[in-house]
């Protein structure tokens, strides 16, 4: 059975707590209380305007699985396929959205090496990017202004929100007597919308509550500073399999 200590909560949505759940040994217990949830923004006559462009850009760039599934949807709903975009080249930050990308019979022509926002961009201006191109970046509505910005200022660049982050509205209160009552190990994050829906729902303060809290990177642990609350465990590769390992290791020291 696991012990006390190895019972991790994570604040994931669904099919990425799966995912993520893998990750971990028998010896540790994973429990989901969902934060948030995506939902896809449905083709209007600006996106359409968009979309109907598409086949002049030279490159696509994906910054998150759920840009992935996004932007295809409004491929399907402006009736697009495959033959509309045949040399279209896609760039992906991390090998999760590379995966996403495939299940769509696409393949990325570059694949980041970092796993931040700057060290993106930094990448594709150094490496990819030409200043004769034309770039489309589907992003959520809450994503930040870094990587179009910065690609403005080399090439042309269009960000085009698909997807919007939808706030949940209750937490399952056997979970929540679990964090009242300190009887869990960690507190997993992996994005400021979830940490902020999540102070939201619970009214803790640092004041009132010594949250032991895991975050997938740099970001999501600025929302957790920003609210005067302490990081246990940063992931130091900003990825899943980065997050998970350095929980392991948290436990094993």
Not at 22 to 27: N, Q
Not at 170 to 194: C, M, Q, R, W
């Given at each position: 059975?696991p012990?006390?200590q190895?019972?991790?909560?994570?604040?994931?949505m669904?099919?990425?707590?799966?995912?993520?759940?893998?990750?971990?040994g028998?010896?540790?217990?994973l429990?989901?209380?969902p934060?948030?949830?995506?939902?896809?923004i449905?083709?209007?006559?600006e996106?359409?305007e968009?979309i109907?462009?598409v086949?002049?850009?030279?490159?696509?760039?994906?910054?998150?699985m759920?840009?992935v599934?996004?932007f295809?949807e409004?491929?399907?709903?402006?009736?697009?396929?495959?033959n509309?975009?045949?040399d279209?080249?896609f760039?992906c930050?991390?090998?999760?959205?590379?995966?996403e990308?495939?299940?769509?019979?696409?393949?990325?022509?570059?694949?980041?090496?970092?796993?931040?926002?700057?060290?993106?961009?930094?990448?594709?201006?150094?490496?990819?990017?030409?200043?004769?191109?034309?770039?489309?970046?589907?992003?959520?509505?809450?994503?930040?202004?870094?990587?179009?910005?910065s690609?403005q200022?080399?090439?042309?660049?269009?960000r085009?929100?698909?997807?919007?982050t939808i706030d949940?509205?209750?937490?399952?209160?056997?979970?929540?007597?679990?964090?009242?009552?300190?009887?869990?190990?960690?507190?997993?994050?992996?994005?400021?919308?979830?940490?902020?829906?999540?102070i939201?729902?619970?009214g803790?303060?640092?004041?009132?509550k010594?949250?032991?809290?895991?975050?997938?990177g740099?970001?999501?642990?600025e929302?957790?500073?920003?609210?005067?609350?302490?990081?246990?465990v940063?992931?130091?590769?900003?990825?899943?399999?980065?997050l998970?390992?350095?929980?392991?290791e948290?436990f094993s020291?």
């Amino acid at each position: 059975m696991p012990t006390l200590q190895k019972l991790v909560i994570s604040t994931q949505m669904p099919d990425q707590f799966q995912k993520f759940a893998k990750l971990f040994g028998e010896d540790f217990k994973l429990l989901n209380v969902p934060m948030i949830k995506i939902e896809f923004i449905e083709l209007n006559a600006e996106l359409f305007e968009t979309i109907n462009l598409v086949p002049g850009f030279d490159w696509v760039i994906f910054t998150s699985m759920r840009g992935v599934q996004a932007f295809f949807e409004l491929l399907v709903q402006a009736r697009y396929t495959r033959n509309h975009i045949p040399d279209l080249k896609f760039a992906c930050i991390g090998s999760a959205t590379e995966e996403e990308l495939k299940k769509f019979d696409h393949y990325a022509s570059y694949i980041n090496p970092g796993n931040t926002s700057k060290e993106f961009s930094q990448h594709l201006i150094q490496d990819i990017i030409k200043s004769n191109n034309k770039v489309l970046l589907p992003l959520g509505e809450k994503a930040d202004t870094y990587l179009t910005e910065s690609l403005q200022k080399v090439c042309s660049a269009t960000r085009i929100n698909v997807y919007k982050t939808i706030d949940i509205e209750h937490i399952d209160s056997n979970i929540l007597n679990i964090i009242d009552e300190d009887k869990y190990g960690l507190l997993v994050f992996t994005s400021p919308s979830a940490f902020d829906n999540f102070i939201t729902l619970t009214g803790y303060s640092p004041e009132t509550k010594n949250l032991q809290i895991a975050t997938i990177g740099r970001r999501t642990s600025e929302a957790v500073e920003n609210k005067s609350f302490q990081v246990t465990v940063e992931a130091k590769n900003s990825s899943m399999e980065g997050l998970a390992l350095s929980i392991i290791e948290y436990f094993s020291n």
